[in-house]
């Protein structure tokens, strides 16, 4: 006998962790994208002074927002399946975290900036490229592409094109911008032992984890391309990461 209104919501899904995970971490994303069109304009405007403090305040609020989403998630699935960590390093898991890690590194990026005058042109890129990557993880949640790879539920939806549209338009706008800021010279670097550089090492470490996660989590899409397509266990991100 089928329910006239189905079964109801899955038992496991109808938690306040759950129920609250989600939007905040859709609210995270659209909170990176202030940054991102800061940073455009600011390369258009050949401003790299006007957009910090803004900048810095909404990547800020996206860190805090994103990083609050993602911990509600991770509470949600320890507490579900008795703390045992089967979604850990999840494809869906790592989309929402490269963004993460690309403000955490903004921020120590506007801070350098805002001290010393350095960094303009890294944190334009920065800027962008946190709002590049919502993008990616809008697609790969959404576009199905990791539907055999994930323990989320996504299927393929019929949006696919629509994402990979607008990645690519906001991927192009990005690189004309970032063209366009890089005729101009910089602020150079101090190289002695003190808290910009410290915090300038701290967004190399950043910017590697990231890119490292990014593989990783594409791995799927790239391996395709060369015969069975594969992905990384969890091993592999906790050895890079350390």
Known sequence: VVPPDGRGLNPLLQDPWMASHPPIVF??????????????????????????????????????????????GAVW????????????????????????????AL?????????????????????AAAYVLVLYATFLTR????????????????????LVGALVAVVAVSVVSLVLRTARPGTPMETRLAWPLILAASIVVFAISGTLVL?????????????KPATPNAGFYNQVNL
């Open 27 to 72: 609210l995270g994303y659209a909170v990176l994208t202030v940054p991102g069109v800061l940073a455009w304009v600011a390369a258009w405007k050949r401003d790299d002074v006007g957009w910090v403090a803004p900048a810095l305040r909404w990547a800020l609020a996206g860190f805090l927002t994103l990083g609050v989403g993602i911990i509600m």
């Open 77 to 104: 699935a320890y507490k579900v399946l008795g703390w045992g960590g089967f979604w850990g390093w999840d494809p869906v898991e790592n989309a929402s975290l490269i963004p993460w890690i690309v403000s955490v």
């Open 107 to 127: 921020i120590h990026g506007l801070v350098v900036q805002g001290a010393t005058g350095a960094l303009r042109a890294t944190n334009l890129a920065l800027g």
């Open 143 to 162: 576009s199905g592409v990791l539907a055999d790879f994930s323990v989320h539920s996504f299927p393929a939806g019929s949006i696919y094109g629509w």
């Open 215 to 227: 593989i990783g989590t594409s791995w799927p899409i790239v391996s395709s391309a060369f015969g």
